[in-house]
Structures are given as structure tokens and as C-alpha cells.
């Protein structure tokens, strides 16, 4: 009886250790699949924004479509949404959405922003994508 309740426990363990310890829907979708021929892309930054509006002029401008990697209208908007919600009344935000198609492809959207007290807007983003 012991054995078979040692045996169940590990189980449990196992099953929880992987159902916990990933991290999102891109981890999940992609473990133990063997991949060829597959381009993958990661854009990281840091801003310090006066405004939610300096984040929209940067996300169009050339340099913040470099950085970005992408001028995707989705992404500009979701990154547009997270500073412009930034206030006094929401003072900190961290938020991810994930995507995976049929096709194979995937994209991982990660957006931070923190309102200061200075009154300025630190904002942080991550985009990583492959197909």
C-alpha cells in the first residue's frame, strides 16, 4: 500500500510540476516538438514615457518600428492600451497575450508600465514570434 501511495504522489508531482512551471501557451504548444526550418524572432526595450501619446508617436516613428520589429496595427494597439490605462488610480500594469495558429506560427506580447512619481511613465515591452 505504501508503495502504491509513494507511487501516486510522484505522480501528482510530476503532473503538477508540468502543468505549474510553464510559463504560457507558446511554452506549452512547443514542448517536445521537434522543429526544422523555423525563424524566430525576440524584441526587447525599455521607455520613459511624459505621455501615453509619446508612445504612439514612438511605436509609428522609424526607430520605434526597428525596435519593435514590427508596425503590426494589433500589437501598436495592445502596447497603445497598457500606457494609455497607466494612471494614479492604475499605477502598475504587466500583461501578456499569446498567440498560436495551425499553421505553426506563434507571438508573444508582453507589455509593463509603471507610473512614477514623477509623473512619468516607465514602460517596458517584449515581442517574440516564430513560424
Not at 525599455?46 to 509609428?60: I, V
Amino acid at each position: 500500500l505504501d508503495s502504491t501511495a509513494n507511487a501516486t504522489t510522484s505522480a501528482t508531482g510530476a503532473f503538477l510540476a508540468v502543468t505549474f512551471s510553464t510559463a504560457s501557451l507558446v511554452d506549452t504548444a512547443w514542448k517536445g516538438v521537434d522543429l526544422f526550418a523555423v525563424s524566430g524572432s525576440k524584441h526587447v526595450g525599455r521607455l520613459l514615457l511624459e505621455s501615453p501619446a509619446a508612445l504612439s508617436a514612438w511605436l509609428n516613428s522609424e526607430a520605434g518600428v526597428k525596435a519593435m520589429g514590427s508596425s503590426d496595427p494589433e500589437v501598436h494597439a495592445f502596447l497603445g492600451q497598457v500606457a494609455a490605462a497607466t494612471s494614479i488610480s492604475l499605477p502598475a500594469q504587466d500583461l501578456t497575450t499569446s498567440e498560436l495558429s495551425v499553421s505553426g506560427s506563434c507571438r508573444e506580447l508582453r507589455a509593463r508600465a509603471f507610473l512614477l512619481h514623477s509623473g512619468l511613465t516607465a514602460f517596458e515591452f517584449s515581442l517574440v514570434r516564430a513560424s
